[in-house]
Nanobody
Framework: QVQLVESGGGLVQAGGSLRLSCAASGNIFSINAMGWYRQAPGKQRELVAT???????NYADSVKGRFTISRDNAKNTVYLQMNSLKPEDTAVYYC????????????????WGQGTKVTVSS
């Protein structure tokens, strides 16, 4: 089992920035990728960004150029730097972990964090 603990959500004005963190513990040798999904009210959970153990990254088109995913392997922690935030970025953000081949598919994600809420006011 892998445990994921997120932090860093909050309320920010449009155009502002936030950084989310997700620390992994437990059987971390079973995973080789981590990432972030988000779920807005009334919508399905959607992929935001992923990063592999080799630091290969992937982003949703809606966040490209504004969000940056990174990782600190020594701390087993992944970060999501969110800049130029928009009201449509408002959602609960979930940390995800699993295998690089399956983490882009919501139903196949191995492990989820508890979620952290991000609210962007206009």
């Amino acid at each position: 089992q892998v445990q994921l603990v997120e932090s860093g959500g909050g309320l920010v004005q449009a155009g502002g920035s936030l950084r989310l963190s997700c620390a992994a513990s437990g059987n971390i040798f079973s995973i080789n990728a981590m990432g972030w999904y988000r779920q807005a009210p009334g919508k399905q959970r959607e992929l935001v960004a992923t990063i592999t153990s080799g630091s290969s990254t992937n982003y949703a088109d809606s966040v490209k150029g504004r969000f940056t995913i990174s990782r600190d392997n020594a701390k087993n922690t992944v970060y999501l730097q969110m800049n130029s935030l928009k009201p449509e970025d408002t959602a609960v953000y979930y940390c995800a972990a699993g295998r690089s081949s399956t983490i882009p598919f919501r139903a196949l994600v191995g492990y989820w964090g508890q979620g952290t809420k991000v609210t962007v006011s206009s």
